[in-house]
């Protein structure tokens, strides 16, 4: 200090105001860098009405898909973005209890869906994160309140919420394996496990794809190739998480897109639609003019039973085979080919 007094220009005191303001100088450099990195951040902001309609069309609308870029640029991209610095708070345990039969079993094939064609084959904690997701938005203002209405959210629309659902992925038979591990996945998380790491996280996207809306939201964290967005401000913090629960009024057979064809494979336009219903819920169902099929009388309880992909034994091949053993041999008749053919449908409840 001795040294660099004497080597300071001008008088005694001159020397001594330039040494105070270097000290203050440095002081407030010194507070900024631990403010920056220790003062909360601007997570409790409250978001006002016009910015969350924003948001949300930004995130659910017709131009939610829209990206910046693929790829190796994308990744690029979205190494580039910051971490949100607040901390990650745990949500609230959600629980549907399994004597609530119908919503659980309804709940339970959504949130299989969504775990295994979203993140079937990723690490255990990103498929457990892809369900926290889903529970995260029931329990949100800004989404439905029922585990298949986040699911399937927007599936009348060519931007579905969740790709799977309109991409065709649910035309194609799952992975045994794959499936078993998602439907254990959707079950703990249906009965309170909680993935803490992704806290209040409502989004997420492939790490090869840099969505525009990304920028818009705080990035939490990244699991295996997903990354994880919560909403800003205080919108995106626990206390904000006030939905209630409205249980599950429709059945997930009955929410899947209708791939819709003219003739000439050319689709069918909104006006070349009737609406047919209602549908428990009371919501019209769409079909194609010539579609003459039936749907379950769901308001008794009854559900379509579809075998998991594992289930060889199911109950219509265990019927097919019972009547085969008992088919006496063919004796055609008159009166055997006048008779009214026979049809079976097997449901469950």
């Given at each position: 200090m001795t040294a660099l007094y004497a080597r300071l220009p001008g008088s005694p005191m001159a020397k001594r105001v330039m040494i105070a303001l270097g000290a203050l100088v440095l002081a407030v450099i010194a507070y900024l860098i631990v403010a920056a990195n220790f003062m909360p951040s601007a997570s409790a902001e409250p978001i006002m009405p016009a910015r969350a309609a924003a948001l949300v069309e930004a995130t659910s609308g017709d131009e939610a898909d829209d990206v910046r870029a693929v790829g190796d640029r994308a990744k690029l991209i979205n190494a580039a973005m910051p971490f949100d610095k607040?901390?990650?708070?745990?949500?609230?345990?959600?629980?549907?209890?399994?004597?609530?039969?119908?919503?659980?079993?309804?709940?339970?094939?959504?949130?299989?869906?969504?775990?295994?064609?979203?993140?079937?084959?990723?690490?255990?904690?990103?498929?457990?994160?892809?369900?926290?997701?889903?529970?995260?938005?029931?329990?949100?203002?800004?989404?439905?309140?029922?585990?298949?209405?986040?699911?399937?959210?927007?599936?009348?629309?060519?931007?579905c919420q969740f790709s799977f659902v309109c991409d065709g992925s649910l035309d194609r038979r799952p992975e045994a394996g794959a499936w078993h591990v998602a439907q254990q996945v959707a079950a703990a998380a249906l009965a309170g496990f909680v993935e803490r790491e992704v806290g209040a996280a409502t989004h997420y996207h492939a790490d090869y794809v840099a969505p525009r809306w990304a920028p818009l939201l705080a990035k939490t964290t990244k699991i295996g190739a997903h990354i994880f967005y919560r909403w800003p401000g205080a919108w995106g913090m626990p206390a904000a998480f006030t939905g209630r629960y409205i249980g599950e009024p429709r059945d997930p057979a009955t929410m899947r897109p209708l791939i819709l064809r003219q003739s000439d494979d050319a689709p069918i336009g909104v006006e070349d639609v009737i609406a047919q219903g209602p549908v428990t819920d009371g919501t019209l169902l769409k079909r194609a003019p010539n579609d003459v099929g039936g749907?379950?009388?769901?308001?008794?309880?009854?559900?379509?039973?579809?075998?998991?992909?594992?289930?060889?034994?199911?109950?219509?091949r265990r019927i097919a085979e019972q009547e085969r053993a008992a088919a006496p041999t063919p004796v055609h008749t008159a009166a055997q080919n006048d008779a009214a053919p026979q049809t079976r449908v097997i449901a469950s409840r």
């Open positions: 607040a901390p990650v708070l745990a949500a609230r345990a959600f629980v549907i209890p399994v004597a609530d039969d119908l919503d659980h079993r309804r709940a339970l094939l959504c949130l299989t869906q969504a775990v295994y064609y979203e993140a079937g084959f990723e690490p255990i904690e990103g498929r457990r994160a892809v369900a926290q997701v889903v529970l995260n938005r029931t329990k949100h203002p800004a989404f439905p309140k029922s585990v298949c209405g986040v699911v399937y959210q927007r599936n009348s629309t060519p931007v749907l379950l009388d769901t308001t008794k309880g009854w559900t379509l039973n579809i075998p998991m992909p594992g289930e060889s034994d199911s109950a219509s």
